[in-house]
Structure formats: structure tokens, C-alpha cells
């Protein structure tokens, strides 16, 4: 059993910010890769960025260099997206993946829920 659970959504201003989290539980081993990622209404999903293991390796696309950051922190198995400088294009539900090991070494691919973020007036 394995899950990821985002959390840290909700309504924001344009220019606003937020910290979205995303928490794995269950029988973990290790967790390698995770990523971000977002669909907005319409549209397919698309990926956000990805962190390596160690907390390197970081990949963020084109359109949200510079305003969202993505860390780490493998103690409490929780990956975190600092997204700022919020603008209405921005409004879509929010998943984290990750590549997980598991205590009986099976690797896993697993998706959260989603977390919905929405940028308005």
C-alpha cells in the first residue's frame, strides 16, 4: 500500500502564492524521481518539473521558471511546490507522481488526487 496525497490548494490572487505539498505514505522503501504536474480545464496534463532523489536533477518547464520551485525533504517523505507570481493561466488541478520502491522492492509509479489550484479576482 502506497499512496501520495497533495494538499495546499485553493483560491488565490493573481500574484499570489502557494506551497502545495505532497505526502507518500505506506510501505515505502525508497523514492526516487517525483515530479509535478497539471491539468487545466480542456487541456491535457503537462508536466510541471521533476526532483531526483538526492534533491538534484531539477527540471522545471519553460513556463514556470522562475516562479515555482520544487524540494525535498526525504525524512518526511513529502515533495513541495512553492508556486508564486500566480497568474489566471495558472488555474488547473495540481498531482505529484513518484517512482517508488516499495519494502517488498516492487517500484511503482503512483498519482495522487489532485490538488485544486485556482487564480482569480
Known amino acids: 500500500q502506497v499512496q501520495l496525497v497533495e494538499s495546499g490548494g485553493g483560491l488565490v490572487q493573481p500574484g499570489g502564492s502557494l506551497r502545495l505539498s505532497c505526502a507518500a505514505s505506506g510501505t515505502i522503501f525508497r523514492i526516487a524521481v517525483m515530479g509535478w504536474y497539471r491539468q487545466a480545464p480542456g487541456k491535457e496534463r503537462e508536466t510541471i518539473g521533476t526532483i531526483g532523489w538526492s534533491g538534484g536533477n531539477i527540471y522545471y518547464a519553460d513556463s514556470v521558471k522562475g516562479r515555482f520551485t520544487i524540494s525535498r525533504d526525504n525524512a518526511k517523505n513529502t515533495v513541495y511546490l512553492q508556486v508564486n507570481s500566480l497568474k489566471p493561466e495558472d488555474t488547473a488541478v495540481y498531482y505529484c507522481?513518484?517512482?517508488?520502491?516499495?519494502?517488498?522492492?516492487?517500484?511503482?509509479?503512483?498519482w495522487g488526487q489532485g490538488t485544486l489550484v485556482t487564480v482569480s479576482d
Open positions: 507522481n513518484g517512482n517508488i520502491v516499495t519494502t517488498s522492492r516492487a517500484q511503482l509509479g503512483v
